[in-house]
């Protein structure tokens, strides 16, 4: 009797197309620029995209984590990667070509499921993002961010913010200054919407006050 099909074994597994790389924190895994010849998957760890303009201005647009595909915009004809992927923290990853991927997806019903659950969640969260961008302001969109990073809004509980993330990179992420995020971390810890123990731990007051209009006083767009 044939064995049924595991996705999951399939992809943290070495074999045809396929090959494990691991990671230390910090590491580029690929550079804006780079040929785009080949998908990831991240078996452990985080990875950060950001983007930098022509202009050198910087950005990042997306943290994830493991359990999710990295690169796969080479499937869909993307030659070069657009943006640069590098480890938030000691990372594992499968790396699999493009021809490899493409023969999986096709031959594998439960992997080709799997892998569409993951761009339609990409493209929904893609989606967010922008009229996040468009229509809120940076306090609410640290809110959303910072619920996000703590799984609000996924099965089981809540949890701290698994990977270490600078003010910094806040500020990237939604498009303001590195002081701005920290005047409302700061405001967030002083209302109890989040705590700090080593780790940034998200209430979930947080998200009731995000529901209720604004996470914090009646101009979040004051300057600070």
Request: with cysteine; charged share 25%.
């Amino acid at each position: 009797m044939t064995k049924p099909f595991d996705a999951i074994a399939f992809l943290e597994k070495v074999g045809e197309g396929r090959s494990i790389s691991k990671f230390e924190k910090n590491d580029n895994i690929f550079v804006q620029g780079d040929e785009a010849s080949s998908v990831f998957y991240i078996q452990s760890g985080a990875v950060k995209l950001n983007v930098v303009s022509e202009q050198g201005k910087e950005a990042v647009i997306a943290i994830i984590e493991a359990g999710h595909f990295l690169g796969e915009a080479c499937l869909s004809g993307h030659f070069v990667r657009t943006a640069t992927a590098s480890a938030m923290t000691d990372t594992v990853l499968t790396s699999i070509t493009k021809t490899a991927m493409l023969a999986a997806l096709e031959r594998e019903p439960k992997l080709a499921e799997m892998f569409l659950r993951h761009v339609l969640a990409r493209s929904r969260r893609i989606e967010e993002d922008l009229i996040d961008q468009l229509f809120n302001s940076s306090e609410r969109r640290l809110a959303r961010t910072l619920l996000l990073l703590a799984n609000f809004g996924k099965p089981g509980h809540p949890q701290p913010i698994s990977v270490e993330i600078s003010q910094a990179t806040l500020a990237e992420m939604i498009g303001t200054t590195r002081s701005r995020v920290s005047y409302f971390m700061n405001k967030f810890r002083r209302l109890g919407f989040i705590s700090y123990n080593g780790k940034i731990h998200v209430h979930s007051s947080l998200l009731n006050a995000v529901l209720h209009e604004k996470p914090g006083d009646k101009n979040e767009d004051d300057v600070v």
